[in-house]
């Protein structure tokens, strides 16, 4: 059976970083375009980023220059770099894989950003 587990989340101050990881298992990760998600209390889960299988990225604005996605294939993990963290960046973090029509999804990691 397919798992993404995602660790790393964390109580952190205004302008502090996290580092989120999420390790995929019984999955061909390579082919897979990963995507990470979050989701805030009262809020629709939102895109945040992702990254191809060829390393290619893309962000939503609210995290652009500050969040950064990358992945290594040979350890079947992806991660999100979170610098300059924000009190509205507070949610349940989310990792996705995609290959065609199949998605498969992490169970999610607390960031919480508050003094």
């Known amino acids: 059976q397919v798992q993404l587990v995602e660790s790393g989340g964390g109580l952190v101050q205004p302008g502090g970083s996290l580092r989120l990881s999420c390790a995929a298992s019984?999955?061909?990760?390579?082919?897979?375009?990963m995507g990470w998600y979050r989701q805030a209390p009262g809020k629709q889960r939102e895109l945040v980023g992702s990254?191809?299988?060829?390393?290619?990225?893309n962000y939503a604005d609210s995290v652009k220059g500050r969040f950064t996605i990358s992945r290594d294939n040979a350890k079947n993990t992806v991660y999100l770099e979170m610098n300059n963290l924000k009190p509205e960046d507070t949610a349940i973090y989310y990792c996705?894989?995609?290959?065609?029509?199949?998605?498969?999804w992490g169970q999610g990691t607390q960031v919480t950003v508050s003094s």
């Open positions: 990254i191809t299988t060829g390393g290619s990225t």
């Open positions: 996705r894989a995609n290959f065609g029509l199949t998605f498969h």
């Open positions: 019984k999955i061909s990760f390579s082919i897979y375009v």
